[in-house]
């Protein structure tokens, strides 16, 4: 994708598309006149009431038998897991605690040390990374809404956890600008094959705009070296942009995970109502969000007529209506041979965990798993097996940390 793929066109339209969102059901249903009409593009129809009532069937149930092991319960909001290299494993709690796995076993108080997080709303403590030569510097990166309730942003830190607290707490990154909503953080991390971090920004939820507005970090997955300085072979989204921007035109995206094998990054994001999507991340690309989306709003209002935009980049899959996507993996290991290579994605709204069923690159099916459980984060432990983090809406402490394998 060459920097150019901004095109006028995409900016201009964008701005009386926003307009048109901005507005109340009654544009949305016009719009819908207007695409019956044929005065829109052919695709047209995010959030197309009969699209979504035809696509609403839910994937079928599983059949791979499964044990599953409670390895840790009693948390609240449980946001992330990592596996350190030592076998320990920690898991964040978005409310700001750190908690240690140790051998099987949850210590029963959290880790010293953990950053203050904004927790509010869906702010709070996101992702623990640890860095690849851990064992050598103890290092982990993590990121966390930080600041106040009028004046916040998604902030990315370095550390040292050395197996008993965690201190030399270094802030290296912080999304931009700072904003006054307590939705849409992102907070995903993924080290690259390039020795570069990634992370993922949500749009602020009341800042959709800025998911095109290439001054600001919001909707956007970052590149940055470990330090928090901003490598200089970023690609280039035109004057005046950020040079941290990777990619840009995500709405929040809570899932992200690096695939050796193909060497693919992939990513998920939710959707408004409806248009939760899987995407390839590229360097340069733009994923459409709010010009293009298989979504509406919440409300019922229409954001945008189009599905798809030139110069966007479309998802590898959409779901609509909404699961809900947070947490992505790849399968790979001794434990699920017959899953190798497909990936995971946990679902809020579904309270599912979706198997994406692959054929090389392609997503070719899809399964439900553990129904009946709200899964916040999936991952693909050294063991080969599959853990996964389970929570309640509103912080009730009945989050678990699950470990599956084949039964
Ligand atoms: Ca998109």
């Given at each position: ?178 904003k006054?909503?307590?939705h849409h953080f992102g ?14 920004i949500g749009e602020g939820s009341r800042y959709k705009e800025k998911a095109q507005d290439?001054?600001s970090s919001f909707g956007a ?27 840009k035109g995500h709405r929040n ?36 969000w709010p ?117």
């Amino acid at each position: 994708m060459t920097p150019a793929f901004v095109k006028p066109i995409f900016t201009a339209t964008l701005i009386a598309i926003l307009s048109v969102g901005c507005g109340q059901s009654t544009n949305a249903e016009s719009a819908d006149a207007a695409a019956a009409a044929g005065s829109l593009p052919p695709g047209g129809g995010g959030g197309d009431k009969s699209l979504q009532k035809k696509l609403a069937d839910p994937a079928p149930e599983g059949t791979q038998a499964l044990v599953v092991e409670t390895i840790a319960e009693g948390l609240s909001n449980p946001w992330s897991i990592a596996f350190l290299p030592d076998g320990d494993m920690l898991v964040a709690e978005r409310s700001g605690r750190v908690r240690l796995i140790r051998d099987g076993v949850m210590a029963p108080d959290p880790v010293p040390g953990a950053p203050a997080v904004l927790a509010f709303n869906q702010g709070g403590l996101f992702d623990i990374l640890p860095h690849p030569d851990f064992m050598e510097n103890r290092v982990i990166f993590i990121a966390y809404a930080h600041g106040t309730r009028q004046e916040n942003a998604l902030r990315v830190a370095r550390a040292v956890y050395d197996g008993d607290e965690i201190r030399d707490l270094q802030p290296i990154y912080d999304a931009r600008p700072v904003k006054d909503t307590g939705h849409h953080f992102g907070g995903r991390i993924v080290w690259g094959p390039d020795d570069k971090l990634y992370v993922t920004i949500g749009e602020g939820s009341r800042y959709k705009e800025k998911a095109q507005d290439m001054t600001s970090s919001f909707g956007a997955v970052i590149r940055i070296n470990e330090d928090g300085s901003i490598p200089d072979d970023n690609p280039d989204f035109g004057d005046g942009a950020l040079p941290e921007l990777y990619t840009k035109g995500h709405r929040n995206a809570q899932g992200l995970a690096y695939d050796a094998e193909r060497g693919v990054l992939w990513s998920n994001e939710h959707g408004p109502r409806g248009g939760d999507e899987i995407n390839i991340i590229e360097a340069g690309a733009n994923y459409g969000w709010p010009a293009a989306s298989f979504g509406i709003d919440y409300n019922g209002a229409r954001i945008t007529p189009f599905t798809e935009y030139e110069g966007a980049t479309q998802p590898v899959h959409y779901w609509t209506p909404s699961m809900a996507p947070s947490g992505l993996a790849v399968v790979r290991g001794d434990a699920f041979t017959d899953w190798d290579g497909d990936l995971l994605v946990g679902g809020l709204a579904s309270t599912a965990l979706h198997r994406m069923i692959m054929d090389g690159d392609a997503i070719v099916g899809e399964e439900r798993y553990l129904v009946g459980e709200r899964i916040r984060d999936v991952r693909v432990g050294p063991d080969g097996a599959i853990y996964v983090a389970t929570e309640f809406r509103n912080g009730d402490p009945v989050g678990k940390i699950l470990r599956l394998t084949p039964g």
